[in-house]
């Protein structure tokens, strides 16, 4: 009966679960600091929070064209791996959210 309990439980906690994004923020981070810093030459707490969470999505819809044509920034380097960790970065720590991520430059 307990594993029966805890087996619904899981499933209902992974069921109301807030992910939405397939990549990994931390990776992402990473990605940010050696790929996008040389770039853009601003840290990762003032470039994700220019957008919120939503406007971030847009900007990474179609395989991220709003994110490299708007922000200047060039496709050398980040395959479709790479940028949906760098989507989940951008979206984990957008304006719109409370965390600040620890990457200063």
Not at 8 to 14: A, G, P, R
Not at 50 to 62: D, H, P, R
């Amino acid at each position: 009966m307990k594993k029966i309990l805890f087996i619904v439980f899981l499933i209902v906690q992974i069921a109301n679960s807030d992910v939405t994004f397939s990549g990994d923020p931390y990776k992402g981070q990473i990605y940010y600091k050696f790929l996008i810093v040389p770039q853009v030459g601003i840290n990762g707490a003032v470039f994700t929070k220019q957008f919120t969470k939503q406007e971030w999505k847009e900007k990474f819809a179609n395989s991220g064209k709003k994110f490299f044509e708007e922000l200047n920034i060039s496709k050398y380097g980040i395959d479709s791996e790479i940028l949906q960790h760098l989507e989940a970065f951008c979206i984990y720590y957008a304006s719109d959210s409370d965390v600040v991520p620890n990457c200063g430059s």
